[in-house]
C-alpha cells in the first residue's frame, strides 16, 4: 500500500534500490541463524495458540452474555450482545517465538463494566479447563488479567464501547468508536490499532516481519527489551524497524537490519520517529505534541504510535538508558558491518549481555510477601516504581549511569525461624536456605514460605580524580529512601505481610 505520494512515511525513501547479491546472501544466513536460534514455534505450539484462542472467544461471548443477563436484557437480546477478542502484540505482527504471549483485547458493549471483567470474566477463567494461573492487576496503567490456558501465556485487557452489541465484524479502524470511551478503554484499544497501523504502513511484511524477528532477540539477549524500565518494549521497535522498512522499501531483512543499526546509532534525538503525521481526531484526548506540552517536550527518544490518539512510546526512557541504548545501537552497528563483509556471524549479533560482570557496584532490590498471588502484585508495583529509583539516583554527583536490569528474579524460600525471613527479605539467601524444600519444612511450628523478587541496577561511578587518594563517598541514601516512601504510598501497602529492601552491593 502506497499512500498518494507515492511512498509510505512521512519522507520519501532513502533508497527504491533492489538489495545486492551479498545482502542476498546475508538474510539467507539470517533466517537460518533465527532458527537455530529457536525464534519460531512448531506447527503443534501454532494448533494450540488457535484452539487456545477460540476458545476465549467463545468464553468473552459466554462473559457478555451474563452479564446481560445479569443487567435484566431479555434471553433474545443478552445472545445478540456480541462480545469479541482482538489480538495484538508480536502475535498480530507475527513475529512472536515459542512461549511467548498472547495480547489480547476483549471488546464489550456499553453495560459490561470494568468491574464484571475483574469479577465475572476472571472468575469464567479460573474455572475454564486448562488453565493454570490467573492474575488480575485492575489498578495498572492499562488494567489487565494475566493467565495461562494449555500452557499458552495470554494477557487480556478489556474496552467498553459505547454500543449496545458488539457484531463479529467489528473493526477498531474507526476513530469514532473511541468517542465517549473513559481513558483506559482508549489505552486498551490503541494496542490492537496501533499493530493494525503499523501493518499497513510497511512495504513488505514478510520482509518486516524477518528483520523485527531478527531486532527482538538482539534486543532481549542485550537486554534493552522493557518498556517498563525505560528502554524499548515491543510497540517501540515494531515502530523502529517500520520506520526502516520505509526509507528502504524494496530492502531484504538483512539489509534493513544493517541500516537499522546504522540509522539508530546517527539519529538526532529527540526528533521523533514517525510512521506517518500526526493526526488530530474526534476526541478531546491528548495528541503527542511537544510544541504544546512540557512533558511532551521532555521526552528524550520520542517513537511515536501511528494510530490515532498519536502516543509516545517511550516516554519511560531517562538518561541512563538513553545512554546504554545508544551504546549497543553503536556496538550492533560495528557487529553488523563485519557480517556485511564475512569477519563476523549474526550469532555475534545475539551474544548474551554481561550485565551482571560490567559494573563493580550495584543495587539489590527485593520485594517479598508470604503469599504466591500477593506477591505477583507486589512485585509488579516495586517494578513500575524501579524507574523513578533509576531518575532520582541519575542527580547523584559521582554516578555516571543507573542501569536497571530487564527483569526481576523470583525464589521461593523455606524458612525455619524469624531470623531467616528478615535474612530472605533482605535479599541474603544462605546455601542451606536455598536448598530446602517445602517436605523438609513440614512440622515446624516456626516455618514459614517467603516469596521474594530481586531487582538490580548496576552503578557506573566516576573514576577517582588524578592524585586522589583514601575512599570516595556515594551517598545513595536519598534516593533509596524516597523509593521506598514512594513503594509504600501503594494503596494496598501492608507493613506486616509485605517487605521491601534496598541494598548497596560491591561485585
Known sequence: MTTEKGYLGVTPPISTAESSEREKEVTATLMEELRRQGTFESVEEARTRE??????AALVKKFVYQVSLKRGLSEAAAGAAGGKIFTFGSYRLGVHGPGSDIDTLCVVPKHVSREDFFEVFEDLLRNMEGVTEVSGVPEAYVPIIKTKICGIPLDFLMARLALSSIPDDLSLKDDNLLRNLDERCVRSLNGSRVND???????????????????????????????????????????????????????????????????MYQWTWPQ?????????????????NPKLYPADRAHRMPIITPAYPAMCATHNVTASTQM????EFKKGADIVDKIIVGTATWADLFAKHDFFHKYRYYLQIVASTEDPDLQIKWAGTVESRLRQLVMKLEFVDTLICAHPFI????????????????????????????????????GSPESKTVYSTTFFIGLLIQPKPSGFSGPRKLDISYPTTEFIKLVKMWEKYDEDTMGIYVRYMKR
Open 407 to 442: 527483569k526481576g528474579f523470583d525464589q521461593v524460600s523455606y524458612c525455619l525461624s524469624q531470623e531467616e525471613m528478615n535474612q530472605v527479605a533482605e535479599g541474603q539467601i544462605s546455601e542451606t536456605i536455598a536448598k530446602r524444600n517445602m517436605a523438609s519444612i513440614e
Open 272 to 288: 521523533p520517529v514517525l510512521l506517518k503525521q500526526i493526526e488530530e481526531g474526534p476526541l478531546p484526548v491528548r495528541v503527542w
Open 51 to 56: 484452539m487456545v484462542l477460540g476458545r476465549v
Open 324 to 327: 546504554i541504548l545508544t551504546e
Open 197 to 263: 497501523e503499523i501493518l499497513r504502513l510497511v512495504p513488505n511484511g514478510e520482509v518486516y516481519r524477518d528483520a523485527l524477528r531478527c531486532i527482538k532477540l538482539w534486543a532481549q539477549r542485550r537486554a534493552i527489551y522493557s518498556n517498563v524500565n525505560g528502554f524499548f518494549g515491543g510497540v517501540a521497535w515494531a515502530i523502529l524497524v517500520a520506520r526502516i522498512c520505509q526509507l528502504y522499501p524494496s530492502a531484504t531483512a538483512g539489509a534493513i537490519v544493517s541500516r537499522f543499526f546504522i540509522i
